[in-house]
């Protein structure tokens, strides 16, 4: 089990720190780790709960990443976080072996965008007993905002949990370890954003999970404000994001900004109990 969230009756925060070549990264170079560890200490002292290392981009058009690459990108990283912190560590991948090379070096919880769909992925994360995040995706990255269809985006989206809960806990994995996501940016347009954002509430209520929520500066916020191109001018769209879906009762937050998120986390909870 995770330790508490550290803001009082607030979410979890997940911290994202990328591990790619276009942020940190290309496969282990010492002055690379050193930063991208040096940004996981910051984000810890600026409040974050999780630090979510991802080290395979999952935006539309990316390449694959061969899982020697992806493991040589991840694992200095979780290590060296490892040495310097006890914070709570997450591995964003959808592949076993990365999976389970992360966990070997501290992380215990995996966050997989495919919800645990690939071969013996389950069997691993029983196995290793982490906490694991189960999120929807329509298709697949590379393809995934083509031409996304639902017949109802609240119902398909709480089926596919659903589904993917029950074959983990069919494949040993406790419920309570069990974390649903309705994978916001996914396979959606805005209209299925918002209708799954708004969604939180009963997604959380006719499952029963714990519910992580995901919309830290993602396009979406772009659509609604046509002049915020660069996805750094996203923030007050993914704080007011944030907090409604914290005030539907979402338990964590995966957020880029972790100062600014904790901040209005507090002034949100100091409203809703009138004391700070
Ligand atoms: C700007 C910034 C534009 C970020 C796009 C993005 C989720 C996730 C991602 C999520 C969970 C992203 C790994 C996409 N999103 N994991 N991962 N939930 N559980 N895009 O919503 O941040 S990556």
């Known amino acids: 089990m995770i330790a508490p969230p550290k803001i009082e009756r607030g979410p979890w925060i997940m ?6 070549p276009d942020s940190f990264s290309d496969g282990g170079r010492h002055a690379d780790v050193r930063a991208a560890v040096d940004a996981a200490l910051r984000m810890e002292s600026e409040g974050a709960d999780v630090i979510d290392v991802g080290g395979e981009s999952t935006r539309p058009g990316a ?3 061969p899982v020697a690459e992806e493991i040589a990108r991840v694992l200095p990283v979780i290590e060296g976080i490892r040495r310097r912190s006890g914070v709570t560590i997450s591995i964003d991948t959808m592949k076993p072996a990365v999976a389970r090379e992360a966990m070997d070096a501290g992380a215990t919880i995996w966050n997989d965008v495919n919800a645990l769909r690939e071969e013996t992925a389950l069997e691993l994360a029983a196995d290793m007993g982490c906490d694991v ?3 929807h995706m329509q298709g697949e990255p590379r393809t995934m905002q083509a031409n996304p269809k639902y017949d109802d985006v609240v119902a398909d989206v709480m089926a596919f949990l659903r589904a993917r809960a029950h074959a983990a806990m069919q494949a040993g994995i406790a419920a309570e370890k069990i974390w649903i996501d309705p994978g916001i940016g996914f396979g959606k347009t805005l209209a299925h954003n918002l209708a799954l954002t708004r969604a939180v509430g009963a997604l959380k209520e006719e499952t029963g999970f714990k519910l992580l929520y995901g919309a830290s500066r993602k396009s979406f916020i772009g ?7 660069d996805a750094r001018e ?3 769209g993914s704080l007011a994001a944030a907090i409604r879906a914290v005030s ?5 937050l995966r957020v880029h900004d972790v100062r600014e998120t904790v901040q209005a986390m507090r002034v949100w909870r100091a409203m809703e109990e009138g004391a700070a």
């Open 15 to 20: 911290g994202i720190l990328n591990v790619t």
């Open 63 to 65: 390449a694959p990443v």
């Open 133 to 135: 995040v189960l999120m």
């Open 223 to 229: 659509r609604i404000d046509p002049a915020a191109t």
């Open 234 to 236: 996203r923030l007050g």
């Open 248 to 252: 539907l009762g979402a338990d964590m």
